[in-house]
């Protein structure tokens, strides 16, 4: 794989994760594990992918995991802004949810 093709992963990876961390108490647990829990993955994709430790890929590969999680948080405030529903801190819940999905009654609407 190519540093183009991981940070492209890494990005959407994190999209969630910000999702996350937008809907919870800044500097609490949650919030610590939101931004942390995606580092092993990433450690894990340049072992994988073959990029290795480059000098140059840190910005590239930090730049994108911080983007996702910009953009998730992002996503987060445009859910709770445009939509007129509560947004949860999941947001392939909140997708399912959006599409009519009753998780109490586990049925479409």
Known sequence: MRIFEVAVI???FNVPFGYWRANVK????QWVLAIHIPV???????FLS?????FITYPILVGSFFLGQFAGAKIHNWWLRNLNSSASSCLPCDII?????????????
Do not use: W
């Open 26 to 29: 800044k500097f609490s647990l």
């Open 40 to 46: 092993p993955v990433v450690v894990a994709l340049r």
């Open 10 to 12: 890494v990005f959407l």
């Open 97 to 109: 949810k959006a599409f009519g999905f009753d998780f109490k009654k586990n049925i479409l609407k």
């Open 50 to 54: 073959g990029i290795g430790f480059a």
